[in-house]
Every structure is written in structure tokens, then in C-alpha cells.
């Protein structure tokens, strides 16, 4: 396994790629906007337009004037899509019931998943939305665009799906919302031909890896999530794009355990940044959070009078393990005891800082409760260093599928064949030994399984000689 430097990235010129000019970009005026009705009446809809809130309702009816107002030819799909779906939605509000039939199956050659297809069940009603197939897109780590990068896109999309967008699905693709079986393949080759961009994950694979926005602008992030979210994305393209799985996986990456892309809860291997020297103080900071010319939390709680800030109030008794204290007009910290749970640092981001010796834990298991109950991760490696090439981390997720993989059932996510199994087997099979940091307790039932080579005797044994000193 070696750490490949990555292709460079095309450059997008949008004035190169663009498909509309600027007149039909912008081919409604306000009063059009204002008062533009769309064919179906949509009353629930309308009142939706109401409110402080940016309305999707209002955002889709002048995506349906602007569309409505292109020339037929300037698009590859039927142009009502919008309206379409606004009328459909509307039934679905009338009745409460959805009207999409129940799955579908297509994709673009070469890969088994990334394109999620749907149809409507009214489609002599809403014909435009027949087909109206989602396709997942890669987004880049942390989800930083450039506009010439965007603008590409919504042109690609204006002319061969809907003009419906969603920023972005909670796995973290970029979803295109609607379009037709006929324009998937194209809409493929032009978004990695043309774009340099590959499409996401779905089915039982690798789904799209996404991070923290990390060492980009947080100053707690403690490795690179961004880098190594984009590696593992390319390292595992395979596992992505063709469902090999027992079930789905994904991976998460926090740069530290406050959890921003909420690994621990939505991805079956999580990984989260920490350290294991000590908290730099910087007392002089200190004093400057205790004498008020510092804002505790960065002025999170500003909107509200909390007092003066009172550090024995607000860190050293809410610090969970009790390993803070001051001195000498100094603040102390135990490191021993210090869970790096985050809450000081966060109290007083100018004065305390992470340690330097960094790297990740990686936690296995979270799923959502469909079949077996709800899982967070649970922590399975303490700590490992995580810098390019990241081999010592590939090498445990690799052992870790190679086991699932093989044991886990169809359709199980690897939380529950953890459950199955049990963690002492799941950890004795990657090879890993047991640590109390394993379990937030030990068990407290004793049906405890002992292995036979570890028993004296074994398990052979001879009732006879059992008899012999215990009479029937
Ligand atoms: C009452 C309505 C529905 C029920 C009860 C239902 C039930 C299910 C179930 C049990 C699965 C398997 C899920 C899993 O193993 O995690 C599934 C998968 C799926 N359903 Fe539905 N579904 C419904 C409506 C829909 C609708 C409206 C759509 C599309 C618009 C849809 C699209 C899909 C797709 C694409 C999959 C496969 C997902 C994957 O493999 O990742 N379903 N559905
Ligand atoms: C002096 C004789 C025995 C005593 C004092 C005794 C006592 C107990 C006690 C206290 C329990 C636990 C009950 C519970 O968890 O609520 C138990 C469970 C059990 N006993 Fe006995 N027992 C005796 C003989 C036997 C014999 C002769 C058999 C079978 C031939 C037997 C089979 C079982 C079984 C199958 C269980 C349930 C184990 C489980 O929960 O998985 N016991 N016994
Ligand atoms: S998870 Fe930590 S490192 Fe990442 S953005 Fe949030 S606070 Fe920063
Ligand atoms: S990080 Fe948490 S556990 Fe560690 S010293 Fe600060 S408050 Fe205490």
C-alpha cells in the first residue's frame, strides 16, 4: 500500500463549460416572479410561502417560471418537472400518502449503485415526473465549491434533470433531484468527463465518505479529516461504486470529539480526532477569560445575560472527571484524568488548546434502529496515529470488512453482527486484545463463555469418575 500523490485537479472554467447564456439564466423579471401561478392548484403549498424561513415552495415556483420560460429546445427532459412535483406534492399533502411506487433500479454501466430511482404512481397526472431518478455526487471534503464549480453544475443540471437540487443529502453527496433513465448515462460522462467529478455511493457498499470541516478553519481539528475523508474516498472507489457488502458502510471523520459531521452516530466506522499528551494552558489567556476581557465559548451565549464569567462555575466544576483546579492563580490539569471531552477547551478556546501528540479513535457500530435498536459507534481502537499513507488505519478497516464480509448476515450493518458475535469475538478476530476503555462497564450478568484451552481440564469429561466420589 503505498500513499499515491493525487492527480491534479482540473481546473472548471465556467465560461468554457456553460450551456445558458446570462439573458436565459436570468429570464424573469419580479413582477413575472410575483405574479407567476403554476398550473396545478397548490393551495397547502402556497400557505408553506409564508413565514421568516426561506420557503422551498417559493424556491421551487421560480425555478418552474424560469424553466417554463426557456426555449423547448434548451433542455433534454420534459421542463413541467417542477411544476409537476409541486402538484404531486399537493396530493400528497390532500390524502397524506406518498405517490412514488416503491423502489426502482437503475444506474449508469460500470457501477452498481449511485443512482436511486423512483417513479410516480400518477404519471398520466404529473407525466413529467414519470422517471424522476435521484443521482448522488461525490461532494468535495468539508463541501468547499468555488462558484465557476457550481455554476457548471446547474447547467448541467438545467438541461438534463429537473433543475432540483439538494445541499446536500445527510450521508453528504450533492443530490441531483430528478431527471430520466435516458439522461443518466449522459449526464455520467459529462460530469466526469467534463467536471473531473465522480458520483457517490449507494446500496450495499462504501457510501460517500464526508468530514469535519477540519484543519480548513478549526483550530481543534487534530489530523487532517478533509485529507484523509478525500484518500479513503479514492483508496476505496471500488468498494464504493460496486456493492460487495453484507449491507451498507460508511465512514465518517471528526477532527476532535465534538463531533461536527456526528460520526459516532451515522457511520458504522467512526473516526475521531484526539490527543494523548497534555492540554496547553496559556495562563496569561487564562486570566484574560477570568478578568472578562475574553468572551467564554467565543460568545456562544452572548444573546442572553449569564453573569460574569465564573471559571469555577462554568469549567472547573463542569469538567466531567474533576481534573482541574486552580493554583496560585494558575489553571491545573490532571492530564491523567483528563477524558479530552472538549468542554474546556470550548470554554476558552484563546487559553486552552489540544495536545500535539494527535491522531484518531475509531469507534464501529452506529446504525439507525431498523432491524435490531439504535447503535452509536462503540469504541474499538483507542488511539491511532492517522497521517498519509494512513496504512496502519487501512490495514484495521480492511480487517474489518474481511470479517464482515465473510460473517455478517444479508442485510446486516456491522453494528448488529457486533451484537451477533460479540465484542470480545469481533475484537479477538481483527486481532485486537480487550482494554477496559472497550466497555463503559463490565458485564454484570455472569453467563460468561470461557474458551477451553483456557480451562484446566478441558471440557472432556467422564461421569464414571464424577461417581465415583459423588454417589447417584
Ligand atoms: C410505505 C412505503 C415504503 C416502504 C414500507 C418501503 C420499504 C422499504 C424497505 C423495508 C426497504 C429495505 C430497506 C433496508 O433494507 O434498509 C426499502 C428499500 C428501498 N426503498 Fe422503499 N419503501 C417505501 C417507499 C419507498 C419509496 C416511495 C421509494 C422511492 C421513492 C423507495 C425506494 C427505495 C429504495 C431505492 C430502496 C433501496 C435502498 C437501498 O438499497 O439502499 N421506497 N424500502
Ligand atoms: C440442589 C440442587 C439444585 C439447586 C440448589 C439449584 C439451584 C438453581 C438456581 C438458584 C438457579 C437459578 C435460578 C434463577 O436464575 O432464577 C438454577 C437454574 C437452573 N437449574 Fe438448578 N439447581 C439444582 C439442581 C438442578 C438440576 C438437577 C438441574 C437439571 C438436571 C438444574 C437445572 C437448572 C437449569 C437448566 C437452570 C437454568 C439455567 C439458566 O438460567 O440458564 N438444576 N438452579
Ligand atoms: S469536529 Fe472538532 S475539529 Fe472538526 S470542525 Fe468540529 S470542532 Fe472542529
Ligand atoms: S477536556 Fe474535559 S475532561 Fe479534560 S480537563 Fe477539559 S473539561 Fe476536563
Not at 424556491?59 to 434548451?74: G, I, T, V
Not at 443529502?169 to 467529478?197: A, K, N
Not at 439507525?368 to 494512513?390: C, H, R, W
Request: net charge negative; with cysteine.
Amino acid at each position: 500500500m503505498s500513499f499515491e500523490p493525487q492527480e491534479p485537479k482540473k481546473v472548471i472554467k465556467y465560461e468554457d463549460v456553460r450551456i445558458y447564456t446570462d439573458a436565459e439564466i436570468n429570464n424573469y423579471t419580479e413582477e413575472e416572479l410575483k405574479a407567476f401561478k403554476i398550473k396545478y392548484d397548490i393551495p397547502d403549498l402556497e400557505e408553506l410561502e409564508n413565514g421568516p424561513w426561506p420557503s422551498f415552495v417559493a424556491d421551487a415556483k421560480q425555478a418552474a417560471l424560469h424553466r417554463s420560460k426557456l426555449p423547448a429546445d434548451r433542455m433534454l427532459i420534459d421542463p413541467n418537472g417542477v411544476e409537476d412535483m409541486l402538484g404531486q406534492l399537493q396530493v400528497s399533502f390532500d390524502e397524506g400518502e406518498t405517490h412514488w411506487k416503491h423502489g426502482g433500479i437503475v444506474g449508469v454501466f460500470g457501477y452498481g449503485g449511485g443512482v436511486i430511482g423512483r417513479y410516480s404512481d400518477l404519471p398520466e397526472r404529473f407525466p413529467s415526473i414519470a422517471h424522476f431518478h435521484t443521482v448522488r455526487l461525490n461532494q468535495p471534503a468539508s463541501k468547499f465549491y468555488n462558484t465557476d464549480f457550481l455554476k457548471s453544475l446547474c447547467d448541467l443540471w438545467d438541461y438534463r434533470g429537473s433543475g432540483m437540487l439538494n445541499l446536500h443529502g445527510s450521508t453528504g453527496d450533492i443530490i441531483l433531484l430528478g431527471t430520466t433513465t435516458e439522461q443518466l448515462e449522459p449526464i455520467f460522462f459529462e460530469v466526469t468527463h467534463v467536471m473531473d467529478q465522480d458520483i457517490g455511493g449507494s446500496g450495499s457498499n462504501l457510501r460517500t465518505p464526508s468530514c469535519c470541516i477540519g484543519k480548513a478553519r478549526c483550530e481543534w481539528a487534530l489530523y487532517d479529516t478533509q485529507e484523509m475523508c478525500y484518500e479513503m474516498t479514492n483508496y476505496y472507489q471500488d468498494e464504493l461504486h460496486r456493492p460487495a457488502f453484507p449491507y451498507k458502510f460508511k465512514f465518517k471523520f471528526d477532527g476532535c470529539p465534538n463531533g461536527c459531521v456526528a460520526s459516532i452516530a451515522r457511520s458504522d466506522m467512526s473516526f475521531i480526532g484526539t490527543w494523548r499528551d497534555d492540554i496547553r494552558i496559556d495562563q496569561a489567556a487564562v486570566q484574560a477569560y477570568i478578568n472578562g476581557e475574553y468572551a467564554p465559548n467565543a460568545g456562544a451565549h452572548a444573546g442572553k445575560d449569564w453573569g460574569k464569567f465564573d471559571i469555577k462555575k462554568e469549567v472547573l466544576d463542569l469538567c466531567p472527571t474533576k481534573c482541574m483546579w486552580m493554583e496560585g492563580g494558575e489553571l491545573k490539569i490532571d492530564n491523567a484524568e483528563c477524558t479530552r471531552c472538549m468542554h474546556c477547551i470550548a470554554v476558552m478556546p484563546r487559553a486552552l488548546r489540544p495536545g500535539t501528540d494527535t491522531g484518531v479513535t475509531i469507534l464501529c457500530g452506529a446504525k439507525a434502529p431498523i432491524l435490531d435498536g439504535a447503535q452509536m459507534s462503540t469504541l474499538i481502537v483507542p488511539f491511532m496515529k492517522a497521517e498519509p499513507p494512513y496504512d496502519n488505519i487501512k490495514e484495521f478497516i480492511e480487517k474489518v470488512w474481511e470479517l464482515w464480509m465473510e460473517e455478517g448476515r444479508n442485510r446486516e450493518r456491522l453494528g448488529e453482527m457486533i451484537q451477533r458475535i460479540t465484542l470480545p469475538k469481533f475484537i479477538e478476530t481483527i486481532g485486537l486484545p480487550a482494554t477496559p476503555q472497550m466497555v463503559k462497564a463490565p458485564r454484570s450478568n455472569p453467563y460468561i463463555f470461557w474458551k477451553e484451552e483456557d480451562v484446566p481440564g478441558g471440557w472432556d469429561r467422564d461421569i464414571n469418575e464424577y461417581r465415583a466420589r459423588h454417589k447417584r
